[in-house]
């Protein structure tokens, strides 16, 4: 257990509003990941950052970005929400030496 | 990109059976994780692997990185109420990938008592 934490737990927002999901980390992992979990694709990888201001995009990119100004922070922000952005938000973070990641207990994000 | 196929997608077993499920891939793979999600929770990492040909127990839980390097295999011996959720292989290829996982599926497991 990483002692990960997320926040919010559950949004719901309308379209074309900005969204931005935190992911808090007390194990001071240098990896950090966004993915997002929908029926009948499993977890998919938005963005990954392997260090602080260190960020690159993962296999569905289009429409988030990311920060991360401190090690223990990883910001998703969706621009402009869609209703195709509606899903459950996961962070996981991996340290140095391990190929372990582990999980956060996620956001369930309505855009509406 | 990598894919990776698991099955089955589902199971509906009986309290005490014995299960198991795998992951299959066209590509090589350096490590193998099994997850377990519960409902309305984060995937919890059971097992890692990091040989092939490995051999892995965590309790009931065993777990093989396949001699191919190209699958795995989780089984779960006398299944119990608490088994029941979605189970998750995750592999790992390599290279400067920054740890980056591809994940299957994923097999929805209900236990009847």
């Known amino acids: 257990d990483a002692g990960i934490t997320q926040s919010p737990r559950h949004k719901v927002t309308e379209t074309g509003t900005p969204v931005t999901l935190r992911c808090h980390q007390t194990e001071n992992h240098r990896y950090m990941y966004w993915y997002r979990q929908d029926p009948g694709h499993g977890l998919r990888l938005i963005h990954y950052?392997?260090?602080?201001?260190?960020?690159d995009k993962g296999e569905v990119s289009d429409g988030y970005s990311v920060s991360r100004s401190k090690t223990e922070d990883f910001l998703l922000t969706l621009e402009s929400a869609t209703s195709s952005q509606t899903s459950v938000y996961f962070c996981?973070?991996?340290?140095?030496?391990?190929?372990?990641?582990?999980f956060g207990p996620g956001t369930r994000l309505t855009v509406t | 990109g990598q894919q990776l196929n698991q099955s089955p997608q589902s199971m509906f077993i009986q309290e005490g059976e014995d299960v198991s499920m795998n992951c299959t891939s066209s590509s090589i793979f350096n490590t193998w994780l099994w997850y377990k999600q519960d409902p309305g929770e984060g995937p919890v990492l059971l097992i890692a692997?990091?040989?092939?040909?490995e051999l892995t127990s965590n309790g009931r839980l065993t777990a093989q990185f396949g001699i191919t390097r190209k699958d795995s295999f989780l089984n779960i011996s006398a299944s119990i109420p608490s088994d029941v959720g979605i189970y998750f292989c995750?592999?790992?290829?390599?290279?400067?990938?920054?740890?980056?996982?591809?994940f299957g599926q994923g097999t929805i497991l209900t236990v009847h008592p």
């Open positions: 950052s392997y260090g602080v201001k260190d960020t």
């Open positions: 996981a973070t991996k340290g140095e030496r391990s190929y372990e990641q582990y």
């Open positions: 692997l990091y040989k092939a040909g």
């Open positions: 995750a592999g790992r290829s390599g290279g400067t990938s920054y740890g980056k996982l591809t």
